[in-house]
């Protein structure tokens, strides 16, 4: 009903949590045609990030309510990248590069990063994220420590 206003800014509060997958579609669907038609921007506030992932342009991330990450969502996705190898400190990536979140085995390190630079270092295992990942990163990285979920031994 509100977006038959056509309003110029159409805020959303978790509008896709009640819906079966199929209608969470069909509605982000009809919402990327009223940007499309209208030119109306869309605030959506949402827990379900990987159906937002089709959708949204910018992504802001809020944790106790302060931003922890804000940006270009494709942006943000091309300069974040976990790297998987053996054990060693964030440390030896070098400058550039900003570590957002650490685990590490007996045997290896699995690093997420923030960086524009290529990673040359064959020893690593460079994946990009899902904004999901990404979301989730930033979210746990603003957690009380000990409440973290490490990965295990692979």
Known sequence: MA????????????????????ARRAFLQGLMELTAEHG??????SHLVADLERVCDHLIVLVGSRVRV???????????????????????????????EAS?????????????????DP???V?????EDLVLTYMGAAA???????EGQR
Do not use: C, Y
């Open 3 to 22: 977006a038959a206003k056509h309003p110029e800014l159409l805020l959303l509060d978790e509008p896709v949590a009640a819906l079966d997958p199929l």
């Open 40 to 45: 109306m921007s869309i605030l959506m506030s």
């Open 70 to 100: 804000a940006g270009d969502v494709e942006e943000l996705l091309a300069s974040h990248h976990r790297l998987v190898g053996p054990r060693r400190s964030a440390e030896s990536l070098g400058g550039g590069r900003d570590v957002i």
């Open 104 to 120: 590490h085995t007996d045997r290896q390190s699995t690093l997420v990063v923030r960086s524009t630079a290529p990673i040359d």
């Open 123 to 125: 020893s690593w295992q």
């Open 127 to 131: 994946d990009r994220l899902s904004l």
């Open 144 to 150: 009380p420590a000990g409440s973290r979920v490490l």
